[in-house]
């Protein structure tokens, strides 16, 4: 859909409002939330002051870092669309599923297997080849303040050959100067010094820092996925799911206002206005991404950001199957190759494990023993006596509790008593 007037609506603005109204269904379901633990009649001021003291207090602090890392991550994205093609920046933003990876075995201390790196592997070619562009496509993208399509003439003579007579050469010029005038300076004559300036009017890349501004945006990604895991899975607080959104939303909207807005595109603004290019697809679009950005919470909140990767890469093969079937879009052999690559690499991460076959169970009456046995058994050369009466009283005190070897026999040596007893 061509944008109102010529101007394209400005992202900045676009991802201020999407924090904006992610805020707001945060703070929508927080008030469900916490208004079911308190009593029907409890005043609203109580409430909110209770999430109040939820958002700003405890550890409420470290949702600043991810929203930092979410600013700097938009900023780098822009440096590398500018300096690098298209084909270049997706293979490369496709590196963000082996980075939350990486991030989540030594930040978080999750182990992985050998089969789910491979399929993690697998999934980032998948996902690189379908997100490749055809040959035949057209990039018919709109461009800001882009002045290609208006056509100004170096020559009559160049100018007569765009129409055929001269009525409609008149036409011609009065049409394009009512258009024209007063709203953007014309190019510079045909001379001999600035004919090479006006032919070679492309921007000029430099792949070597798009290629850095990618990898780095890859990297903070997995980086800012990880983090708001942790802080979201923390075992010490009790903090729940839509108290941490509006806590990323609320921190999140400082750095995209003031530098975003203000600093990156405030004097465009200023002057177009804030709302200029926007139209009902725009809109969508941003409540489309907030409400992506909830469900995205809520995905690591009761998964982690490797789960949610797999669905992000599945929902492109779905957004390419829906642009085959409502646009002019032919199925190519490359997207028929990365579309089964997504779908076994998702396979082969959530089958399970195969696991080693058991070893034979242990006999343990094999390894009993018996009660006494001779070999272990010492044998003692002294019979056992019972001492007298005197002796019992010598040796108080110094017999231990622990009973002796059980031996197999023993004769009985008679006491004093019996003897006397026998005379």
Not at 67 to 72: D, M, R, V
Not at 315 to 336: A, D, K, N, R
């Amino acid at each position: 859909m061509p944008p109102s007037g010529d101007h394209r609506y400005f992202t900045s603005t676009a991802v201020f409002l999407t924090e904006l109204v992610k805020l707001a269904i945060s703070m929508t379901f927080a008030i469900y939330e916490v208004s079911r633990t308190l009593a029907p009649s409890t005043p609203a001021t109580v409430l909110f002051q209770q999430i109040y003291n939820s958002v700003f207090r405890g550890d409420g602090w470290k949702l600043a870092i991810p929203a930092t890392l979410y600013t700097l991550q938009n900023t780098l994205q822009y440096v590398a669309i500018e300096n690098l093609d298209p084909v270049h920046y997706q293979v490369i933003l496709q590196l963000k599923i082996l980075t939350t990876a990486i991030f989540t075995v030594t930040i978080l201390g999750r182990p992985l297997s050998y089969k789910k790196w491979i399929s993690l592997v697998i999934l980032t070619a998948g996902v690189s080849i379908v997100s490749i562009p055809s040959s035949g496509s057209n990039g018919g993208s709109f461009i800001i303040h882009d002045m290609t399509d208006h056509f100004f003439p170096r020559s009559v003579h160049e100018l007569g050959q765009a129409v055929n007579d001269i009525g409609q050469v008149a036409m011609e010029l009065t049409r394009r100067s009512l258009v024209d005038a007063g709203r953007v300076p014309m190019k510079r004559s045909a001379t001999y010094e600035g004919i090479e300036e006006d032919q070679n009017s492309m921007p000029i890349m430099n792949y070597s820092i798009g290629i850095v501004a990618a990898v780095a945006v890859a990297a903070l990604s997995g980086l800012t996925g990880v983090f708001f895991e942790k802080v979201l899975k923390d075992p010490h607080t009790s903090a729940s799911v839509w108290i941490r959104n509006i806590q990323l939303s609320f921190y999140s909207l400082i750095p995209a206002f003031f530098v975003g807005v203000v600093f990156k595109d405030g004097q465009d603004i200023a002057e177009h206005g804030f709302f200029d290019g926007y139209s009902w697809v725009v809109w969508a679009l941003i409540i489309l991404q907030a409400f992506g950005g909830v469900l995205a919470s809520l995905c690591i909140h009761y998964a982690d950001n490797i789960a949610k990767n797999f669905a992000t890469s599945i929902s492109i093969i779905i957004s390419f199957l829906f642009t085959v079937w409502f646009f002019t879009c032919g199925v190519t052999l490359t997207s028929i190759l990365g579309t089964a690559l997504v779908l076994f690499a998702t396979y082969l991460y959530t089958s399970p494990d195969r696991k080693r076959g058991r070893p034979p169970p242990i006999s343990i009456v094999s390894l009993e023993k018996a009660t006494i046995d001779r070999a272990s058994t010492p044998r003692s050369t002294a019979r056992l006596e019972v001492p007298g009466q005197g002796d019992s009283t010598k040796s108080l005190g110094l017999t231990s509790s622990r009973p002796a070897s059980p031996l197999l026999h023993h004769i009985r040596v008679p006491s004093a008593r019996d003897k006397s007893r026998d005379e």
